[in-house]
């Protein structure tokens, strides 16, 4: 009869525990909790941005701990005497110009504990906190955005259904509309990832805002004027979300939610800093929105910060609301 033997298992001896810790980027630390004295090894004095072989303390860590972290920080490390089981915590440290996040674990409740000292782990976690705050901003955008969907669609069905006759003809130029903002969105984010090429901007706005016009675009009563001027993607994808934006708060509350509102878009020759003039005037008295400004007035104010090197203003004069969209014109061509 033969026998089957497993084979032999790698040793974890030192040198394979300090390659595995290497290979994770793990710091390691530990605590005397009599004297409060913490050290660490050169990878988490690395993170912290600490002298090398230095024997610190948490007071005087906490000064490069984020100050909107530091009494939660205090608190939970305070906690862990006797806290049961493993513990995790994660905050905001100050390293130089930079901010880091960073995962602190151990074993809570003293476990383990040796000659008053506590051992554990520190984990930068920079990477993934980034990405969660960037799902949650791409999460809440997504989630602006398909609201404003839904109102321009209601919104479109309303002024479709005061300047059609029939049931057919109601239909019909509702489609209409609906394909234009499909159009638009075309025009700036192609489909299957496409790299879309420079657009004009007049043919970017007229696209835009066909789709809020009850006429079609043949009364007038929304008027484009712009210098030929190209926009590239990045710039078109920023200006469709600030003229969305605009248009909607427009269908709602200004011109374009009664039959005689009139919208007028103009910008000058283009200059170093290119400005378009969003002008409404015929709709419903101006009044200022009270208290801060809402999530979609927010984000078109980074937008154009950010992307187009610019600023928004708004003027709430009693003949009606104008907007002022200044713009880089080199940022309007990437």
């Not at 109102?151 to 130029?173: C, F, G, N």
């Not at 078109?236 to 708060?249: F, G, M, P």
């Amino acid at each position: 009869m033969s026998i089957v033997t497993a084979p032999p298992q790698p040793g974890w001896d030192p040198a394979h525990l300090q390659a595995a810790i290497a290979a994770a980027g793990v710091g390691l630390w530990w605590w005397n909790v009599q004297t409060d004295e913490i050290a660490m090894d050169s990878r988490a004095q690395g993170l912290w941005d600490l002298p090398m072989s230095s024997v610190t303390t948490f007071e005087a860590m906490s000064t490069k701990i984020h100050p909107r972290d530091l009494d939660r920080v205090r608190a939970a490390f305070a906690a862990t005497r006797v806290t049961l089981g493993p513990y995790e915590i994660d905050f905001r440290i100050l390293s130089g110009d930079d901010i880091r996040w960073v995962s602190a674990r151990g074993q809570g409740n003293d476990a383990d504990i040796h000659e008053q000292v506590m051992r554990g782990i520190f984990l930068d976690v920079t990477g993934r906190k980034q990405a969660e705050e960037a799902n949650e901003l791409l999460a809440g955008e997504m989630s602006h955005r398909v609201k404003n969907l839904l109102l321009v669609a209601s919104q479109l069905a309303q002024i479709t259904s005061r300047s059609s006759a029939t049931t057919a003809e109601m239909a019909k130029d509702l489609a209409k509309r609906l394909t234009a903002l499909g159009r638009a969105h075309d025009l700036v984010r192609p489909a299957g990832g496409a790299k879309v090429q420079a657009a004009l901007l007049a043919d970017l706005l007229t696209v835009l805002l066909q789709a809020y016009d009850e006429t079609d675009g043949h009364s007038g009563r929304i008027r484009i004027a712009v210098p030929r001027m190209d926009i590239g993607e990045a710039a078109a994808t920023t200006l469709a979300l600030v003229v969305h934006e605009l248009a909607t708060n427009s269908l709602k509350y200004g011109a374009l939610s009664v039959p005689a509102g009139t919208l007028d878009l103009r910008c000058a020759a283009p200059e170093e800093e290119v400005v378009l003039a969003w002008t409404e005037r015929g709709g419903p008295p101006v009044v200022q929105p009270p208290g801060p400004v809402g999530y979609g007035s927010e984000l078109i104010r980074r937008s154009v910060a950010r992307q187009l090197g610019g600023g928004i203003d708004y003027d709430w004069s009693a003949e009606g609301l104008i907007v002022r969209l200044r713009m880089r014109r080199n940022r309007l061509a990437a």
